[in-house]
């Protein structure tokens, strides 16, 4: 089993930034990749970024492409540094870790999910 808790949520007004971390634990070791989503009220998840354990391979979504960086910083804990927010950027931001690489953009692919953080940007 492994447990991933977010942190680092809050409310910034647009242009702002913000850094959420999901740290790792339990049966790390198992994992290939990890990637954050997020989902607005009324609206399905959806895949923002993922990171590739082996390589450390980045993906991002076209929405936050330019303004989103997600980065590792051991073996145990993952950033997502969020640049010129937008008001539709609005949403719980979840992170996601899985065994395998291949449909990293599918959220039912994933094994495990942290409890979500809020991150509200005002207009």
């Known amino acids: 089993q492994v447990q991933l808790v977010e942190s680092g949520g809050g409310l910034v007004q647009a242009g702002g930034s913000l850094r959420l971390s999901c740290a790792a634990s339990?049966?790390?070791?198992?994992?290939?990749?990890m990637g954050w989503f997020r989902q607005a009220p009324g609206k399905e998840r959806e895949f923002v970024t993922a990171?590739?354990?082996?390589?450390?391979?980045t993906y991002y979504a076209d929405s936050v492409k330019g303004r989103f960086i997600i980065s590792r910083d051991n073996a145990r804990t993952v950033h997502l540094q969020m640049n010129s927010l937008k008001p539709e950027d609005t949403a719980v931001y979840y992170c996601?870790?899985?065994?395998?690489?291949?449909?990293?953009?599918?959220?039912?692919?994933?094994?495990?999910w942290g409890q979500g953080t809020q991150v509200t940007v005002s207009s």
């Open positions: 990171i590739r354990w082996s390589g450390s391979n």
């Open positions: 996601a870790a899985k065994h395998l690489w291949r449909d990293y953009t599918d959220p039912h692919r994933y094994d495990y």
């Open positions: 339990g049966s790390i070791f198992s994992i290939n990749a």
